[in-house]
């Protein structure tokens, strides 16, 4: 299965998401939410965008 960030679409679930970026992945959002309705809180444009928006971890 290709799992490149461009295999995901609006409809993505976070549930989805976290199972390939980790449990902490859009944090303080239920897995049934979508990737569209994140991104449009963050303000992102894309998840590439919004992926690029999160703290590095040491």
């Known amino acids: 299965m290709d799992t ?8 993505t679930t976070v549930g989805e998401l976290r199972q390939r970026y980790g449990r902490h992945f859009a944090e303080g959002h239920e897995d049934q ?7 449009g809180l963050a303000g992102a444009n894309s998840l590439e965008e919004y992926l690029q928006r999160l ?3 040491a």
Do not use: A, F, M, R
């Open 4 to 11: 490149t960030n461009s295999n995901y679409t609006p409809e």
């Open 33 to 39: 939410e979508t990737l569209g309705k994140v991104l």
């Open 55 to 57: 703290p590095k971890t």
